[in-house]
């Protein structure tokens, strides 16, 4: 016992870990009672568990408090969104009901073939859906949900949305202001052949993109998720505080995301990947490496699970680092390897085998506090 609480002082002193999470695997080792064939473990792996366990908890818990501050601020489905004309009655305190209105608003797109069209759309309170359809023109859906006891008389209090029906649109620029008596949900649909400059902000909602070309994306929300389906751009930015990333079918130059409290997910393919989780996991599957490419990810209370194209002409080179966890790579013959373990945590370096010599390469850098690294090919699935 003393053993692992001398290793966890010496991670503290050498910055490994902060205060809190010392303190908390401090706790996490005098409430362990291990039973008599643990006793003959190593200090490092019954501290490893303890660090994972942690993670895993840690990741937990802010899962739920992200999910649940998104549903307490929506307080609308995203499929009562995709059902406008589905009217919600939920009672309120003094038995107000909560009515819903739906506008639409099309008109087409006058913007030339080959010009990049911008769409700003930001959101106070409620979800933004952009999405690529088939047809020319476009395409605005606002939902509003008001509490109050008539109809209506909340008729005259609604937002009015600055564009006008069959108006002809070059960009598509839109700010729903901070209104603290109803959510507001927008969704727009613009023609998917066309490339855009995308930036999408929400204070409490989620964002979502979908069958769109960019030449740059920006999703930024601080209580909400972020969903990416069918997405290829030049470069993703993203910013979340509170709520989880999902991207499928990403093609991009460059992706960056910063999240605090959730996990992210990413399937695609991409030159440069550059995330960092707070509290959350990591788990990113790449379709393919088209050309030189360097990935960089960190997560402090969170596994990291990379999954890498079976490709003949891509050599790989991994960095991967953890203070209280395990590392696991499964990437065929290595060379130049360092394998490490110190305490809880472990070290790994590496590369494939003719690594300089091949056309296409990738340089991979792993970092957690907390949780596990694993690194393999989609092969091994």
């Known amino acids: 016992m003393q053993q692992e609480q001398r290793l966890i002082l010496k991670m503290l002193e ?6 809190e999470e010392a303190e908390a695997l401090l706790n996490a080792l005098g409430e362990a009672e291990p039973k008599e064939e643990e006793a003959q473990e190593e200090p490092w792996a019954r501290l490893e568990k ?18 649940s501050l998104e549903h307490k601020t929506e307080g609308l489905s995203e499929k009562l969104v995709k059902l406008p004309k589905i009217l919600t009655r939920i009672p309120f305190v003094g038995f107000e009901q909560a009515h819903e209105f ?26 933004i859906c952009v999405e690529g359809w088939s047809e020319d023109g476009w395409q605005l859906i606002v939902v509003q949900r008001i509490r109050g006891r008539d109809r209506e008389t909340l008729r005259d209090h609604l937002y009015e949305a600055e564009w006008a029906d069959g108006e002809a649109r070059d960009s598509f620029r839109l700010s729903i202001p901070d209104q603290l008596d109803r959510f ?4 727009l649909m613009v023609p998917r052949h ?19 070309k960019g030449t740059t994306v920006e999703l930024r929300t601080t209580n909400g998720s972020v969903s990416t389906c069918s997405v290829r751009s030049e470069r993703v930015d993203g910013r979340i505080s509170n709520g989880s990333c999902k991207m499928d079918g990403v093609e991009a130059d460059v992706i960056r995301f910063r999240i605090g409290n959730g996990s992210y997910r990413v399937q695609g393919s991409a030159r440069e990947v550059d995330c960092v989780a707070t509290n959350g996991s990591i788990d990113l599957r790449a379709d393919q490496i088209p050309q030189t490419s360097n990935y960089t990810l960190q997560t402090v209370n969170g596994s990291i699970t990379v999954k890498l194209p079976d490709q003949e002409n891509v050599g790989t080179s991994v960095q991967l680092s953890t203070s209280v966890g395990r590392i696991h790579t499964s990437l065929g013959a290595l060379e130049n390897t360092t394998d490490e373990r110190a305490g809880g945590g472990a070290s790994f370096s590496g590369q494939t085998v ?12 792993a970092t957690t506090t907390s949780g596990s690294i694993s690194v393999s090919t989609t092969e091994e699935d």
């Open 194 to 212: 066309r490339k855009y400059e995308v930036t999408t902000v929400s204070v409490n909602g989620s964002l979502r993109l979908e069958n769109l």
């Open 184 to 187: 507001v949900s927008l969704h």
């Open 50 to 67: 303890m660090g994972e366990e942690f993670a895993a908890k840690v990741e937990a818990a802010t899962e739920r408090f992200a999910k």
């Open 102 to 127: 739906t506008q639409v608003r099309r008109g087409p797109v006058t913007a030339e073939e080959g010009e990049v069209i911008p769409i700003a759309l930001s959101n106070f309170n409620g979800p």
């Open 354 to 365: 003719g690594f300089a010599e091949k056309p296409v390469r990738l340089a991979l850098s």
């Open 14 to 19: 050498e910055g490994k870990i902060n205060a």
